[in-house]
């Protein structure tokens, strides 16, 4: 069985004995975790973490290594109905407090800037993900713009190849598949493509936030180290 060492700032270690004929030869996994939002007007807002996993292996030339294959998996979900963006940050940095090696991705599309600026004046580092029509993503810092068709096409493509999965024991896990199912193709009046959610009653909030950690995991953490801290905070 392949030993690891784990370190604290989320990197995942091969050990190959302190033989000095690895120097060079070795690489840095990794155990993540990408943490999506989607605040909520009149619906509860959702929260949705993904724990991103990739691991060195030998390659079986000597001491060299790769990294192997990489697997994102929805571990946690929930929802929750606060009214005060003071009241919704506190809850989140509770949250938070309980992950490890995290990023975190939040809708900041209309209302959602001010919660942004909530989270920043606390010290919360995150992406500030404001969804638009067409098809491009841009990035200036913290502050994405990301076409809504792009955001909810990642995730569909990270599930259709099974690099995005589902945790077995997920609570909810049904709920979240059925949100996930609602988006379906419709036609604008200029006759251009777009996925919207779909059917009466469906609100899809974890769907998106699922969208927004997995558009962090494949498009916005660049890790290379290190944890996202929460300034200020007690």
Request: proline share 0%; hydrophobic share 40%.
């Given at each position: 069985m392949t030993e690891y060492q784990h370190l604290l700032d989320g990197r995942v270690v091969l050990p190959s004995n302190a033989d000095p004929a690895a120097v060079g030869m070795t690489v840095n996994g990794w155990v993540r975790h990408h943490v999506g939002m989607d605040l909520g007007r009149n619906d509860p807002s959702a929260i949705v973490a993904i724990r991103d996993e990739c691991f060195p292996q030998f390659t079986g030339?000597?001491?060299?290594?790769?990294?192997?294959?990489?697997?994102?998996?929805?571990v946690f979900q929930e929802t929750v109905q606060l009214y005060s963006y003071t009241d919704l940050a506190d809850f989140l940095v509770r949250r938070l407090s309980q992950i490890p090696n995290w990023s975190l991705a939040i809708d900041a599309s209309g209302l959602g800037a001010p919660f942004s600026s909530t989270l920043d004046n606390a010290g919360i580092e995150h992406f500030a993900v404001v969804m638009t029509a067409g098809t491009s993503l841009s990035r200036k810092g913290k502050d994405v713009t990301c076409?809504?068709?792009?955001?909810?096409?990642?995730?569909?493509?990270?599930?259709?190849?099974?690099?995005?999965?589902i945790a077995h024991d997920l609570d909810g896990k049904q709920d979240l598949l059925n949100e996930i199912a609602?988006?379906?193709?419709?036609?604008?009046?200029?006759?251009?493509?777009?996925l919207q959610g779909g059917g009466r009653g469906h609100h899809a909030d974890r769907a998106i936030a699922t969208a927004l950690a997995y558009l962090s995991a494949t498009h916005l953490d660049t890790y290379q180290g290190g944890e996202h801290r929460l300034l200020g905070w007690a």
């Open positions: 030339r000597g001491f060299e290594q790769e990294l192997g294959e990489r697997r994102c998996t929805v076409a809504k068709t792009l955001l909810l096409e990642n995730m569909a493509v990270g599930l259709e190849t099974g690099v995005l999965t609602s988006f379906e193709l419709a036609s604008t009046s200029a006759g251009n493509l777009v």
